[in-house]
Every structure is written in structure tokens, then in C-alpha cells.
């Protein structure tokens, strides 16, 4: 099993969100091929999830006919069809844009599959202090490697004067990336200053000798 530091982004994406709700924490990847990617979500303490019919239109709107809870994380490359899974009450579709809330404005490649996991059954899932754990949401991918993806997500307010409003946020966690990235500038410099030290020792053995 390989953990994924999400920490740093995590943080990235609370700072750029006006009102978290539902954020993953945590994403684990598993097997030999086909792998398994699974996202740890976290419902935030100000925050209820309400069940209703999944989005079937993009943007999904600001209305009372849109509260249904949701998730969608945005270019999951490599997605082999039918291995979405989620907890009991919440229903995974596939496609190619959105699902996505009115107000955010995720990084979506609209030639790359995105995920989507809405609330369509159960009773409201209430936040809480210091949050909820709702559970573990997978998706089967033939890459292995990570990158750094979108999500955004749809909850309703439980606090305050917008207490029954509802509250969409965007952020960044990891995801299965199609092809290797190439090395950080700063291996590259230090594989370079390496060689440029071999070269010049070559060199000087070769002048004294």
C-alpha cells in the first residue's frame, strides 16, 4: 500500500475554499494492475449532506432542486468502467464533464473520465466536531502513477445565518496521471552539477597526468 502526502494539498485547498464540506483527506493506491485508488472523504463540521436524485446536468445550479450531496473528482485517468465503489447510500457515475457545482471552477480535460459520487439514498448526514468520516470511495485505474487532480463538491450549511443553504467548494487531491512527469527542476540541476563535477575531475586527472 502507498500512502500520498495530500497534506500540503489539502491545506492548498482550504485556503482557496470559502466553505469546505466534503474534502478528501487521504488517498491510498493498491494492487499490481489494474490498481486500486481509494479516497478517504471527510463531511466538515458546519456541513449536512442531504440524499436525493444524482446530477444529470453540468453545471449543476444553486437550486432547491439541486441539494443532493456530491463529489466529483475531475481527470481519473485510465478508469476501467464499473469498478466505482462507495459506501452504502451513494452512487457513482462516470463521464466526461462536470459533474460540477455553478459557483467553482475545477481543472476539467474534457477528454479524460471524471468521477462522480452523489448521496442518492439514506437519512441527512449531519457535520459535526471535528468532522465525519464518510467512508472510503474507490475507482479502479491501469495507472498507478499520481498527479495532483481537481474535486469539488456540494454540501448544505448547518450553522449560522445560511444554516440550509447550500455550500459548494473546489480544491486539489491526488489522482492516477497518464504518463511519469518529468524530474524537478532541482534534480535536474543537481544530476547536472553532478556530471559538470565528473566531467572536470576527468579533466584534471588527465592534464596532471
Given at each position: 500500500?502507498?500512502?500520498?502526502?495530500?497534506?500540503?494539498?489539502?491545506?492548498?485547498?482550504?485556503?482557496?475554499?470559502?466553505?469546505?464540506?466534503?474534502?478528501?483527506?487521504?488517498?491510498?493506491?493498491?494492487?499490481?494492475?489494474?490498481?486500486?485508488?481509494?479516497?478517504?472523504?471527510?463531511l466538515s463540521n458546519?456541513?449536512?449532506?442531504?440524499?436525493?436524485?444524482?446530477?444529470?446536468?453540468?453545471?449543476?445550479?444553486?437550486?432547491?432542486?439541486?441539494?443532493?450531496?456530491?463529489?466529483?473528482?475531475?481527470?481519473?485517468?485510465?478508469?476501467?468502467?464499473?469498478?466505482?465503489?462507495?459506501?452504502?447510500?451513494?452512487?457513482?457515475?462516470?463521464?466526461?464533464?462536470?459533474?460540477?457545482?455553478?459557483?467553482?471552477?475545477?481543472?476539467?480535460?474534457?477528454?479524460?473520465?471524471?468521477?462522480?459520487?452523489?448521496?442518492?439514498?439514506?437519512?441527512?448526514?449531519?457535520?459535526?466536531?471535528?468532522?465525519?468520516?464518510?467512508?472510503?470511495?474507490?475507482?479502479?485505474?491501469?495507472?498507478?502513477?499520481?498527479?495532483?487532480?481537481?474535486?469539488?463538491?456540494?454540501?448544505?450549511?448547518?450553522?449560522?445565518?445560511?444554516?440550509?443553504?447550500?455550500?459548494?467548494?473546489?480544491?486539489?487531491?491526488?489522482?492516477?496521471?497518464?504518463?511519469?512527469?518529468?524530474?524537478?527542476?532541482?534534480?535536474?540541476?543537481?544530476?547536472?552539477?553532478g556530471l559538470a563535477?565528473?566531467?572536470?575531475?576527468?579533466?584534471?586527472?588527465?592534464?596532471?597526468?
Amino acid at each position: 500500500m502507498k500512502h500520498l502526502p495530500l497534506i500540503i494539498w489539502t491545506a492548498l485547498a482550504l485556503c482557496f475554499t470559502a466553505s469546505a464540506n466534503i474534502i478528501p483527506t487521504q488517498t491510498t493506491t493498491t494492487g499490481t494492475g489494474p490498481y486500486t485508488w481509494s479516497f478517504d472523504l471527510q463531511l466538515s463540521n458546519d456541513q449536512n449532506i442531504v440524499s436525493g436524485l444524482a446530477p444529470s446536468t453540468n453545471p449543476v445550479q444553486n437550486t432547491t432542486d439541486y441539494l443532493t450531496g456530491f463529489l466529483t473528482i475531475y481527470d481519473f485517468a485510465g478508469y476501467i468502467p464499473g469498478t466505482c465503489a462507495a459506501p452504502t447510500g451513494w452512487t457513482c457515475t462516470a463521464q466526461n464533464v462536470g459533474f460540477t457545482p455553478a459557483d467553482v471552477v475545477p481543472v476539467d480535460n474534457p477528454n479524460i473520465v471524471n468521477l462522480t459520487w452523489s448521496y442518492t439514498s439514506g437519512p441527512t448526514i449531519v457535520g459535526q466536531a471535528p468532522g465525519v468520516d464518510l467512508g472510503i470511495f474507490s475507482a479502479n485505474s491501469i495507472y498507478s502513477h499520481a498527479t495532483q487532480v481537481s474535486y469539488a463538491a456540494r454540501g448544505i450549511k448547518n450553522l449560522g445565518m445560511q444554516i440550509g443553504t447550500i455550500s459548494d467548494n473546489v480544491g486539489s487531491t491526488s489522482g492516477p496521471a497518464s504518463s511519469v512527469p518529468e524530474p524537478a527542476p532541482a534534480a535536474s540541476l543537481a544530476a547536472g552539477l553532478g556530471l559538470a563535477g565528473l566531467v572536470w575531475k576527468v579533466r584534471r586527472s588527465r592534464s596532471e597526468a
